[in-house]
Every structure is written in C-alpha cells, then in structure tokens.
C-alpha cells in the first residue's frame, strides 16, 4: 500500500517536473496563465453584468481555480492507464497507482494555482473568516468523489477508446452550464432551477467556494456530494472486483 | 521456501476489433439487439496457454523453447502477474523480479540520474537498495558525467547500459527472463555478462524464455518445451533440448 503510494507520487512529481523542465518558471506558468484568464474573464464579465469587480473577481477566482482542478483531473483520468500502457504490459501494480498518480499529478498543479487566491482576496478586501476552514472537509468530500470517478473513467476509457473525446466535449459545455463565471441567481428559480440543482459539478464546486467565499455551502450540496461519494464508491469497488484483471488486457 | 506451482493454468486473450473498442457502436449495439453487427459482441478469443501444470523447485533453472507464439511470454507474463489466468490456479512463494523489458518506464526527457530513480523503483528495488548501490550504478553504466543528462541525448547503446546497470542490482528469489539480455556494445558485453551470471546464479529460481540452445544449455538444468500453449515437453536439458532443437550434431 505505502509503496504504491511512493510510486505514485514518485511519477507524478516526474510528470509535473518534466512537463516544465525547458521552461524558466517551471510549473508557475500554470499560475500566471490562470491569472492572466482571470483577470481577462473578469474585467470582461464584470462589465457585462455590470458587477461590482471586487464581488465578481474573488467569485470568478474561485470558481474558475476549482472547476478547473476538477475537470482537469476527470479530464486526465481518462489517460490514467492509456498513457502507462508501457509498465502495465511489464508489471503489476495496484490499479490506483495510476489513479494515484494522475490525482497528485492536478493536486501539484492546483496547489500553484491557488497562490492566486491570497493575493485577490488581499487586493481587493475580501474579509477573512474561519468559516473559510470549512472549505477544507469540502474539499475532502471532493477528493472522495474525485477518487471514485477517477477509478470509473480510466477504465471506462481503457476498453472504449472514444470515450476521452466524447468526455471531452461534455466538460466543455459543462464549463457553461455550471455557474462557475456566472452566478446561480442569475438564472430563474436560483439554486432550484433543476440545470444547477442536478448538477453535479455545481454541487462539488459549492463544497470548496461557498466557504472561501465567507458562505456556508448548502445542505443540499453536501447531502448530494456525500451520497454520490457512497454510491460511486460502491459501484466502482464492485466493478473493479469484477474487471480489475482485465485491465491488461485491455491496454 | 521459494517455490512456484501452476495448476491447469489457461489463459484467453480477448481480442478486439475496433468497433468492439467504441462505446457508440457498443450501445447501438444494444439499441439493435446486437444482431445487426454480427461478430463484436463477445467477441474472439485467443488461448495462450492451455492447461499448463508446473511445479518449480528452488534450484531449479528452467529454460523455455518454443516457437514464437507458443506462448513463452505469456507464461512468464503470468508469473510475474501482470495476467490474471482465466482459470486454474498460480501459486507463488518468493519475491519476483522480471528482466521481461528492462526499458520499463524509461523517460527520454528525465536525465539519467532520475531515471535510476524511478525506474528502479517501479522494478521494485527497494529505496535503500538503489541508494547504497547508485555510485556502482553509475560506475558500471560508464555513462560519466552523461547521467546528469536526459536520456534522449544518450545513444541506444548508452540507454541500455544505464537500463542493464539498473535491472541488474535487483536481488529477486525469483527471476523471469525473457532472453538473455545482450548489451551489444563490445567492451562491455564481458563485464556484463559476468554481472548477469551473478544475479542468475544469486537467485533461487530462474524461468527463462530462449531461442538460443547454447545460453540454454549452459544456464538451465530444465527445460520446458512449449507449443500452442501446452506443455510439449518437460525434463532434463538435454533431452528436451534434442527433441525441440533436434539431436546435437556431435562434430
């Protein structure tokens, strides 16, 4: 167990570290890059709906830094064991060293991003609570959902091959339909209107941004988040006891 | 006690067109009732091995023959469990270590100091082990001041050097080979194959697969002849080594 965990880590660290060997500013790339989007999204977007930019921008951040952490894992997910092809053909490992890795690998990248976050709520005044801390166990029930779903579409991936691209396309509209650059009262009915309700991005996104944001997230967020963690838990634990060892010969 | 016992072990490939590898036409599939595309849905089976039941003892050496396909590779694919048999049962005492492909999880990019790094650790040689032995890794690579360079500036003679130098510190009671490794540079094929002896003769088991009768017959004191995924034959070298090669011409 420790050992698939070193391995992981070991392999993501090298993933990140490779991806941005030949540049001078390695992985802050990464975090100017998200700056330079939010500043962008916000100064338009605060224009357009006419919002005051120190509400708009710390909302925008937020959103924009943790919708992106997660469809970006899911996204990569999908390559988990696609793209180890070479030591799965050789060698076995726990199936979650690779989930493993691809989830330390967006931790990493997130962890750069989120410099960002300090230096927009310090800007423009943001008020500083401890309710914040509530964002972490949020953030943990994330990562419970992340796992789950990561362990899902790296295999789904693996024995259908045009699945990464279909899933591609649904993050990306995704991206519009979640309120990640706009805010749920903007649509009729709110947080009830069934597009926000019965989105589960919505709700995964609420468990990190609400607190940050000096709000608590919703009840429903958290019943929603906790039950699909326990029921995708469950359902992936029983696929994966029936095709784990087909893994191999999928690849 | 190291020992390792295969039960009436077969194994099946599943082998899949790509239609069978798409996730549209799989619920089409479903959609139609699975008639209209005849021949996807189940699909073809390969058997790569056929009811094989070995017993090996500590001490022992035990080459494989047979021709391409009889299914050496994927007898030593099951020992080192990256197959799950289909069914039958594998028993296995002692730590493997598999010289299968010893370009396991090599990184052009990654100099050749963090691959040692990690490509010893996904061969399974513990941390410490890699640590203690690094500068005679080095030294024996005789890549000099090249192992602060990535990989992809080293010639191929160089990255099998570096990859022999690595695979070679393992100390496994159970070694898997799939040919004898030929590292083709000259000067260095002596030394190496001093230090490959060394690790064979250091183990307790060996399972080696071979098309050469002369490194079969000087390394084994077994021989199983493979053919169609069944066991032709299994004895003493020399027998085994007669019928399969044919009778050594004694000029």
Known sequence: ?251 | MTHITLDKVCLDFPVYNADARSLKSSLVNVATGGQLRAGNKGGITVRALDDISVTIEPGERVGLVGHNGSGKSSLLRVLNGVYRPSSGTIGIDGEIGSLIDINIGINPEATGLENITTCAALMGIPKRRIAETLPDIIDFSELGNYISMPVRTYSSGMQMRLMFSIATTMKPQILLMDEWLSVGDESFVKKAEERLGKLVSETDILVFASHSRETITSTCNRLIWLEHGRVKADGDVRTVADAYFGPENPT
């Open chain 1, 1 to 251: 167990m420790r050992k698939t965990w070193r391995i992981a880590q070991m392999l993501a660290v090298q993933d990140l570290k490779l991806s941005y060997r030949r540049s001078m500013l390695g992985p802050f790339w990464l975090t100017i890059s998200s700056a330079v989007q939010i500043a962008t999204i916000g100064i338009v977007f605060s224009t357009i709906f006419k919002s005051d930019i120190s509400v708009y921008v710390p909302y925008l951040a937020t959103s924009l830094l943790i919708f992106t952490f997660i469809t970006g894992f899911l996204n990569e997910s999908n390559m988990s064991f696609i793209q180890a092809e070479g030591i799965i053909r050789q060698m076995h490992f726990n199936p979650s060293m690779y989930i493993g890795r691809t989830l330390i690998r967006n931790l990493l990248g997130f962890a750069h991003n989120l410099l960002i976050l300090p230096v927009v709520f310090l800007v423009l005044g943001m008020p500083w609570s401890l309710g914040m801390l509530m964002a972490i166990p949020g953030f943990l029930l994330v990562l419970v959902n992340l796992w789950w779903l990561g362990h899902l579409f790296s295999l789904v991936s693996l024995r259908f091959r045009d699945f990464p691209p279909i899933f591609g396309s649904i993050i990306t509209v995704a991206f519009y339909l979640t309120p990640v650059m706009w805010f749920s009262d903007q649509v009729p009915g709110g947080e009830s209107n069934p597009l926000i309700s019965l989105n589960p991005l919505f709700h995964l996104l609420s468990m990190v941004r609400s607190p940050l944001l000096g709000e608590m997230a919703s009840e429903t967020s958290w019943v929603f988040s906790a039950v699909m963690a326990a029921i995708g838990t469950a359902v992936v634990f029983v696929l994966y006891q029936r095709y784990q060892h087909k893994i191999a010969f999928w690849i």
